[in-house]
């Protein structure tokens, strides 16, 4: 029965609840199924037995009704502190030991959730894909050949795998949505500051997003309840606001759908051909499709990677990148470098352009309920994505890169 386990949420809650798996069980089920070497390249630091078991073991004597994550297993992003054990961010040089846990881990932990280890990823989370580590080229879960996706590559792949029911990645570009569509996961971004960042190493730190890969929607709706909360050590925490609509409650909704021409699958038929099936499903659930221009989303996107925001991934690192840019991954190093042909003046220029562009996509919003888009166009083979890493890469975040600029949840 155990080795056929699964780890969503209300399986793991019934068969604690009943009595019929204990949280020492559970952890002899995961040191069990991630034995071994690690072929994927999905971790970069798994926690040992005993600090496994002595997580187990604070659990004794509390009700698994009354903790929401009551000896649930979860992956934490190399880039999210643990304490007591290294933060990465897939960079040996610049690893560090936090003296205490990220916000949002110490908050799960509290309410009986379960670290089984840190993850691999896209070096200081700067990618879509997956293959930008020193510690390997993250594979997808599925098709080992192609890409996990990225940055937070490995987080998807551990839940996928049946290693965690839930993990925590990033979100600055869609590295917490990207992985989640490759590796046939629920992949939710909040919006900003709806989660702490406290104890998260920056990329983008004015736009980062921690995000949660899960299971099922359900779970990731747990997983949130369990971490969001206002933090005061966190500049850009904010309070909870209220959904603007109740997608549960209402019988129809209007769903928005970029233009046929402004639709991207870089060649890919099957993702065209199943984008259409996911519309003609929306509208089976009641929705109704409004076409919409994408184009000034998709000028938002450009900003991102092609305008000054690329200069944060440089503030995020500065001393580090000045003093040992040569231990950096290469595309990592090119893109972080390009950072410094911006100038303040630029940067300014960039926020009046974006303060326009919101004002521009807020018009759509009048008309629908939510956006609907492919997650990525297209997945790559490894091999592919070595050869041409920044092009590829880029037809990865298409659907993504405007979502934190435009301060939305995904």
């Given at each position: 029965?155990?080795?056929?386990?699964?780890?969503?949420?209300?399986?793991?809650?019934?068969?604690?609840?009943?009595?019929?798996?204990?949280?020492?069980?559970?952890?002899d089920?995961?040191?069990?199924?991630?034995?071994?070497?690690?072929?994927?390249?999905?971790?970069?630091?798994?926690?040992?037995?005993?600090?496994?078991?002595?997580?187990?073991?604070?659990?004794?004597?509390?009700?698994?009704?009354?903790?929401?994550?009551?000896?649930?297993?979860?992956?934490?992003?190399?880039?999210?502190?643990?304490?007591?054990?290294?933060?990465?961010?897939?960079?040996?040089?610049?690893?560090?030991?936090?003296?205490?846990?990220?916000?949002?881990?110490?908050?799960?932990?509290?309410?009986?959730?379960?670290?089984?280890?840190k993850?691999?990823?896209?070096?200081?989370?700067?990618?879509?894909?997956?293959?930008?580590?020193?510690?390997?080229?993250?594979?997808?879960?599925?098709?080992?050949?192609?890409?996990?996706?990225?940055?937070?590559?490995?987080?998807?792949?551990?839940?996928?795998?049946?290693?965690?029911?839930?993990?925590?990645?990033?979100?600055?570009?869609?590295?917490?949505?990207?992985?989640a569509?490759?590796?046939?996961?629920?992949?939710?971004?909040?919006?900003?500051?709806?989660?702490s960042?406290?104890?998260?190493?920056?990329?983008?730190?004015?736009?980062?997003?921690?995000?949660?890969?899960?299971?099922?929607?359900?779970?990731?709706e747990?997983?949130?309840?369990?971490?969001?909360?206002?933090?005061?050590?966190?500049?850009?925490s904010?309070?909870?606001e209220?959904?603007?609509?109740?997608?549960?409650?209402?019988?129809?909704?209007?769903?928005?759908?970029?233009?046929?021409?402004?639709?991207?699958?870089?060649?890919?038929?099957?993702?065209?051909?199943?984008?259409?099936?996911?519309?003609?499903?929306?509208?089976?659930?009641?929705?109704?499709?409004v076409?919409?221009?994408f184009?000034?989303?998709?000028?938002?996107?450009?900003?991102?990677?092609?305008?000054?925001?690329?200069?944060?991934?440089?503030?995020?690192?500065?001393?580090?990148?000045?003093?040992?840019?040569?231990?950096?991954?290469?595309?990592?190093?090119?893109?972080?470098?390009?950072?410094?042909?911006?100038?303040?003046?630029?940067?300014?220029?960039?926020?009046?352009?974006?303060?326009?562009?919101?004002?521009?996509?807020?018009?759509?919003?009048?008309?629908?309920?939510?956006?609907?888009?492919?997650?990525?166009?297209?997945?790559?083979?490894?091999?592919?994505?070595?050869?041409?890493?920044?092009?590829?890469?880029?037809?990865?975040?298409?659907?993504?890169?405007?979502?934190?600029?435009?301060?939305?949840?995904?």
């Amino acid at each position: 029965m155990m080795e056929d386990l699964s780890l969503d949420i209300a399986n793991l809650r019934d068969l604690y609840i009943s009595g019929a798996l204990t949280p020492r069980g559970l952890v002899d089920v995961i040191l069990a199924r991630t034995a071994g070497d690690d072929p994927d390249h999905v971790w970069i630091h798994r926690l040992p037995a005993e600090a496994l078991y002595a997580y187990a073991d604070s659990l004794t004597g509390k009700n698994p009704a009354s903790a929401p994550l009551y000896g649930i297993p979860f992956a934490i992003k190399d880039n999210i502190d643990l304490v007591g054990v290294p933060t990465t961010a897939a960079c040996p040089e610049f690893a560090y030991v936090p003296e205490r846990s990220a916000t949002v881990v110490q908050r799960l932990i509290d309410v009986g959730a379960i670290p089984v280890g840190k993850t691999n990823l896209d070096q200081f989370a700067t990618g879509l894909n997956g293959t930008r580590s020193p510690y390997g080229a993250c594979r997808n879960a599925f098709h080992p050949d192609y890409i996990s996706g990225g940055s937070s590559a490995g987080s998807a792949v551990a839940v996928a795998k049946g290693w965690a029911s839930f993990s925590l990645g990033t979100d600055t570009a869609g590295s917490g949505r990207v992985p989640a569509a490759l590796n046939n996961l629920i992949g939710h971004k909040p919006t900003c500051g709806s989660l702490s960042t406290c104890g998260v190493l920056p990329a983008c730190r004015s736009l980062d997003a921690v995000s949660i890969f899960a299971l099922t929607a359900h779970d990731a709706e747990q997983v949130l309840a369990a971490a969001a909360g206002f933090d005061a050590a966190d500049c850009y925490s904010r309070q909870a606001e209220g959904h603007g609509f109740d997608f549960g409650r209402a019988d129809s909704f209007r769903f928005g759908v970029p233009q046929a021409e402004q639709l991207q699958f870089f060649g890919n038929r099957e993702g065209e051909r199943l984008f259409g099936e996911a519309l003609a499903r929306l509208q089976a659930l009641g929705g109704q499709p409004v076409e919409i221009d994408f184009a000034p989303f998709l000028e938002t996107a450009r900003l991102l990677y092609d305008g000054p925001w690329v200069a944060e991934r440089y503030a995020a690192i500065k001393g580090f990148f000045d003093a040992h840019a040569a231990h950096v991954n290469p595309p990592v190093r090119e893109i972080i470098r390009g950072a410094k042909r911006y100038s303040a003046a630029d940067a300014f220029a960039g926020q009046y352009r974006l303060q326009a562009l919101k004002r521009e996509t807020l018009k759509v919003w009048t008309d629908i309920d939510c956006l609907a888009t492919p997650t990525a166009g297209i997945g790559y083979s490894i091999a592919d994505m070595l050869a041409d890493p920044i092009r590829l890469n880029a037809n990865l975040g298409y659907y993504t890169n405007f979502m934190n600029l435009l301060d939305l949840a995904a």
